[in-house]
């Protein structure tokens, strides 16, 4: 498990690390967006009862003819272990539906009209 400190920290690294053209891409206020997009989410997915994990090394450990892959929590066997048998794609599509349901951050660039600038490139292409 890992804190949502942590997360925080190795995004801002990122964040301080983009160039300046790369964050006024993004939007200036993107990086505390996502603070809040991490908190939030770290709030919601993650479990703090470690048991199942703590059993599933004991049982790999001490048994016999251990398992070669252990699948801990009902997550994993409906959502994970499905989601890595489809097409690179097609979890692609799925993760944007998943990011844009749970309020994941956006670059203002998507959201700019960009239209009017390819409109004037047109025009002096000439």
Same mark, same amino acid.
């Given at each position: 498990?890992?804190?949502?400190?942590?997360?925080? !920290?190795?995004?801002?690294?990122? #964040?301080?690390?983009?160039?300046?053209? @790369?964050?006024?891409?993004?939007? &200036?206020? *993107?990086?505390?967006?996502?603070? %809040?997009?991490?908190?939030?989410?770290? /709030?919601?997915?993650?479990? &703090?009862?470690?048991?199942?994990?703590?059993?599933?090394?004991?049982?790999?450990?001490?048994? !016999?003819?251990?398992? =070669? @892959?252990?699948?801990?929590? #009902?997550?994993?066997? $409906?959502?994970? &272990?499905? *989601? +890595? @048998? =489809?097409?690179?794609?097609? /979890?692609? *599509?799925?993760? %944007?539906? =998943?990011? *844009?349901?749970?309020?994941?951050?956006?670059? +203002?660039?998507?959201?700019?009209?960009?239209?009017?600038?390819? %409109?004037?490139?047109?025009? &002096?292409? $000439?």
């Amino acid at each position: 498990m890992q804190s949502s400190e942590r997360l925080i !920290k190795m995004a801002d690294e990122v #964040w301080h690390r983009a160039s300046q053209k @790369l964050r006024d891409e993004f939007g &200036h206020n *993107y990086n505390e967006k996502v603070r %809040k997009f991490i908190r939030e989410l770290q /709030q919601n997915i993650v479990e &703090h009862d470690t048991t199942l994990v703590i059993d599933s090394y004991y049982e790999a450990i001490v048994a !016999k003819r251990p398992n =070669l @892959l252990y699948r801990i929590g #009902w997550d994993v066997l $409906f959502l994970f &272990h499905p *989601y +890595s @048998l =489809l097409s690179l794609r097609l /979890q692609l *599509y799925i993760m %944007k539906f =998943l990011m *844009y349901l749970n309020g994941a951050p956006i670059p +203002s660039i998507t959201t700019k009209n960009i239209s009017s600038k390819i %409109k004037k490139n047109q025009f &002096h292409q $000439f």
